[in-house]
């Protein structure tokens, strides 16, 4: 018996368990993880900490504003990382080099990322949390080829995955909190968590499995696993990153329709990711390396980018799974009649809304009132209304068919652009 029980042993889970024992440290919190914490999304990721998050322009006031408050609350995620990070002495090799989003490789791009940036504009940012770059100054940043200008954010940061989850691991454990790995947990009733092996009674439970959470709640699909996939290059030398930027270690992207994100790493390898696969029956990753066609896909991206790339090793691939929504936003929903609380929506954001939305989740159970609790995206209501994806064929035929038309679209701009048509 426990106050509360945690199912999943990633950023969500772990954080939740962190900042329970921070703001109620009376309180008995155990964590119920299927493998080892970090094995899904949070352990295979792109390493971005992001200060923003998906589906903002859906909180606008009636005038397409953001509230202040609201904006302060996400633009401030980094540095409240950062406080904890430093608390409890996690090193996870994060590195706040903000981040380079440019438009390259055809020029549709640019008006993509105009339209970008007047949207953030239109919330209540200003240019001192995204401004224009020119080509000139991007490629000061990241010497991407073709490149003619970028949106720049301060607010991005990088960090290593693994490390992150292993020390809010050891966090969570420092302050109490007991954790149950290799425990697949194959039921949920109120009160009640059921592994193969045991039964964990809690006062309220905390769903945290994002992509992961499969049909644990009435048999019901309300969150798609969208596969992403990431290769690696071998460590590259003093001359090589002289060529291509990075310094500061900015995360970049350019305004393709695939969700691109690279980083440099602390041991100088340049990470290369692009959103990929959905599998049939919303499964999520079992098997993370990527097939031929994805690995090929990205090390092509890189070296389009890159062109220096193109002798270069690309020795490392993996890939894992991002939890997709109807909203299409994060939240926090809070069923009272189950005592249970769901996290989770994050679209590839999850590194950063992680920390967001289980501090809100924590604070809500402390019975605090704070920017977070009063924020848009908790949600009070059954489970039950949260809105659900329509039964196989439809989701596997509507994310395979937007891979392709995008691809297509893809190859066609960049060849239009190639032949000067």
């Known amino acids: ?28 919190v155990t964590v119920v993880e299927q493998d080892q914490c970090g094995f899904g999304a949070s352990g295979r990721n792109g390493g971005w900490l992001m200060g923003s998050l998906e589906g903002m322009a859906s909180w606008s006031d009636s005038s397409g504003v953001l509230p202040v408050d609201l904006l302060e609350t996400i633009t401030s995620i980094i540095p409240e990382v950062k406080k904890q990070l430093d608390r409890f002495g996690i090193d996870c090799d994060l590195a706040h080099g903000g981040g380079v989003l440019a438009a390259a490789r055809y020029p549709q791009q640019a008006r993509r990322a105009h339209g970008f940036l007047r949207d953030l504009y239109d919330l209540g940012f200003s240019s001192n949390d995204y401004e224009w770059l020119d080509a000139t100054a991007a490629c000061a940043k990241v010497n991407a080829m073709g490149c003619s200008g970028a949106v720049y954010t301060p607010h991005i940061a990088t960090i290593h995955p693994l490390k992150l989850v292993l020390g809010l691991r050891h966090a969570a454990q420092s302050l109490g909190v007991i954790i149950h790995e290799n425990s697949r947990v194959c039921e949920l009733g109120t009160g009640i968590i059921k592994t193969d092996a045991a039964i964990l009674r809690a006062k309220t439970i905390v769903l945290a499995t994002e992509g992961y959470s499969g049909r644990l709640l009435q048999n019901r699909l309300t969150t798609l696993p969208v596969q992403s996939g990431i290769v690696a290059t071998e460590p590259l030398t003093s001359k090589q990153w002289s060529e291509l930027g990075f310094q500061g270690r900015p995360v970049f992207a350019d305004f393709s329709r695939f969700s691109t994100y690279f980083q440099r790493t602390a041991d100088n390898r340049l990470v290369v990711g692009a959103r990929g696969n959905y599998q049939w029956g919303a499964k999520p990753a079992s098997m993370f390396d990527l097939n031929p066609r994805e690995r090929h896909t990205r090390i092509q991206l890189a070296t389009q980018l890159f062109p220096s790339l193109k002798d270069v090793a690309f020795t490392h691939h993996w890939g894992g799974s991002v939890g997709v929504t109807r909203p299409m936003r994060p939240e926090v929903t809070v069923d009272t009649q189950r ?62 068919a937007l891979r392709e038309l995008w691809d297509l679209e893809d190859h066609w701009l960049q060849l239009r652009h190639q032949t000067g048509r």
């Open 339 to 400: 005592k249970l609380i769901r996290l989770g929506g994050y679209i590839g954001e999850g590194v950063g809304a992680s920390f967001l939305m289980a501090r809100t989740a924590a604070e809500y159970l402390a019975d605090l009132s704070t920017p977070r609790t009063h924020a848009p995206w908790l949600l009070i209501q059954p489970i039950e209304h949260q809105p659900a994806w329509p039964p196989e064929p439809l989701p596997w035929l509507g994310v395979t």
């Open 1 to 28: 018996m426990c106050d509360v029980g945690i199912v999943g042993g990633g950023f969500s889970g772990l954080w939740s368990a962190i900042w329970l024992k921070t703001l109620i440290p009376e309180l008995t």
